[in-house]
Nanobody, 129 residues
C-alpha cells in the first residue's frame, strides 16, 4: 500500500519560491503517474503537474513555466514553486496512480483526481504581502 507524506509548504510573499517534497513508500514494482494537485476551500481541486515513470512531465497551463516537477531514485517527488502569486495559495497534495506502462501519458490523468491509489495529507502554501 502506497503511503505519501508531503512537506515544504509555508507562507511567502509574491514572487517568492518554495520547494515541496512528497516522500513515498510501499510502491509496488509497476509504473506510476505521480501528480501534484492543489485545492482551495470551496473550489474544485486542480491537477497541476505530473510525471510518469519514464520522467516525462506534464503541467497545467496555470503553472507552466513557473513550477517544476521532479523525482529522485529514492521515490521522493518534488515540486519547485517559483514566482508564486496570491492565486497559488492552496493546499497542495501529492498523489500516485498505478498505470500499465511507464510511457503512459499522465497529462489526462491530472483531471478530476479520480482513481488515484494514494494521497498525502497535504501541505499548505500561502502567498500574500
Amino acid at each position: 500500500q502506497v503511503q505519501l507524506v508531503e512537506s515544504g509548504g509555508g507562507s511567502v510573499q509574491p514572487g517568492g519560491s518554495l520547494r515541496l517534497s512528497c516522500v513515498g513508500s510501499g510502491y509496488a514494482n509497476r509504473p506510476y503517474c505521480r501528480t501534484w494537485f492543489r485545492q482551495v476551500p470551496g473550489k474544485e481541486g486542480e491537477g497541476i503537474a505530473s510525471i510518469n515513470s519514464n520522467g516525462y512531465k506534464y503541467y497545467a497551463d496555470s503553472v507552466k513555466g513557473r513550477f517544476i516537477i521532479s523525482k529522485d531514485a529514492e521515490k521522493t517527488l518534488y515540486l519547485q514553486l517559483n514566482d508564486l502569486q496570491p492565486e497559488d495559495t492552496a493546499m497542495y497534495y501529492c498523489a500516485a496512480r498505478g498505470v500499465v506502462s511507464p510511457l503512459t501519458d499522465c497529462g489526462p490523468l491530472m483531471i478530476g483526481g479520480a482513481e488515484y491509489d494514494a494521497w498525502g495529507q497535504g501541505t499548505q502554501v500561502t502567498v500574500s504581502e
